[in-house]
């Protein structure tokens, strides 16, 4: 009798994904990184690939990844697959906030806010 692996998706390099995604943001995407952390103190970088996982916004001198989740994120199997993905080994030490895209269109100064708040409690 064989055995199967269950079959598991692998990216060999997500450079390519992570280009795509820069290239083309959901409007939440685009309105964080225009009116808030393009011109942060801070340094952020847009779809940063961390292992084979790609962060929306992140952050490397605070170790801190933001995550803007769309309605799929909401479901059973999109929150089994964000699990898996946060548990990483190449997120240990990495510090992941998440938001929906809806409460950054309706409460944008509350997201940015917590994005602040986060910042100051991964000051090195």
Not at 58 to 71: N, P, S, T
Request: net charge positive.
């Amino acid at each position: 009798m064989r055995r199967f692996r269950p079959h598991t998706w692998y990216r060999a390099d997500p450079k390519p994904r992570a280009r795509q995604l820069r290239r083309d943001p959901t409007p939440a995407e685009r309105k964080l990184w225009y009116e808030f952390l393009s011109s942060h103190q801070e340094k952020f970088t847009r779809q940063k690939p961390l292992g084979h996982y790609i962060a929306d916004f992140y952050c490397a001198h605070r170790r801190l990844a933001i995550e803007l989740d769309g309605d799929s994120h909401f479901t059973d199997d999109g929150r089994r697959h964000d699990e898996k993905r946060t548990a990483s080994p190449a997120l240990d030490g990495i510090r992941i906030i998440r938001f929906a895209n809806s409460d950054v269109m309706a409460h944008f100064e509350a997201v940015c806010g917590c994005i602040e708040e986060a910042l100051k409690v991964n000051q090195s």
